[in-house]
């Protein structure tokens, strides 16, 4: 069995990617119980952070799929069969030139949390459009996943999706900016308004995620019939 470990520090994404992780490749469940080819398990919880300061979300996904996988193995806590998964979003909002962008997870800052964040986005597009729909809060949100295998190859995949920002938050559910975005493919209620599920349908990282384990399978195919993995990165 593979086990995948996320990268993650965040609680709430942490679950979301092993949510849709193990649906897609009939994981155990959350904490990397048996049940499948795969377990999914969370990171340590005391290692060290680390500093995104990639020029893309490729870069920022590597970085913390290569750091926390340095961190677990360097420090004996690892096993042979550990695979490091880590995604790094954006979201790209026309009016703004594309802002936040990379910096998404830090728009208020180094140091700011998701509600400093989504303050100032709604500060920042003060007067711009009339509605959920309005062209002018045009957005995109989109994700990269890179997944590192146990002999260091590489897995990279990616999902996006068009929507607007509400002019004011919508919901409790979610996290980020969920309670702003609205995805052109729905019924017009923000992520935080809608129910995982229905979430991860559509979302730019359910989409990443699904795209990743059909990367994955034939992976597992092999490591299951003892052929191990080739060490090659692959998009």
Do not use: C, W
Not at 77 to 102: H, I, M, R
Not at 106 to 128: C, I, Q, V
């Amino acid at each position: 069995m593979l086990r995948l470990v996320i990268a993650s520090a965040n609680p709430r994404k942490a679950a979301e990617m092993s949510d849709v992780l193990n649906a897609e490749l009939g994981g155990g469940g959350r904490g990397g119980g048996s049940g499948g080819a795969i377990a999914v398990a969370p990171m340590p919880g005391d290692l060290p952070e680390v500093v995104e300061d990639g020029e893309t979300l490729e870069d920022n996904a590597r970085l913390k799929a290569h750091a926390v996988r340095a961190a677990v193995l360097g420090a004996g806590a690892g096993a042979g069969n550990d695979a490091f998964v880590a995604d790094d979003t954006g979201l790209f909002v026309d009016a703004l030139d594309g802002a936040p962008g990379v910096r998404t997870a830090r728009y208020a800052g180094d140091d700011a949390d998701d509600a400093r964040n989504r303050r100032k986005l709604l500060d920042a597009l003060a007067g711009t459009g009339t509605g959920t729909g309005a062209a002018a809060r045009g957005a995109r949100f989109a994700t990269v996943v890179v997944l590192v295998l146990p002999d260091g190859a590489e897995l990279v995949a990616e999902g996006s999706v068009e929507g607007s920002i509400a002019p004011a938050e919508r919901g409790d559910g979610g996290f980020g900016y969920d309670s702003l975005f609205v995805p052109d493919e729905g019924d017009g209620r923000t992520f935080a308004q809608m129910e995982p599920a229905e979430k991860h349908a559509v979302s730019h990282r359910g989409r990443a995620l699904r795209a990743l384990a059909a990367r994955l399978a034939p992976y597992l195919a092999a490591h299951q019939a003892g052929h191990g993995f080739r060490n090659e990165r692959r998009r």
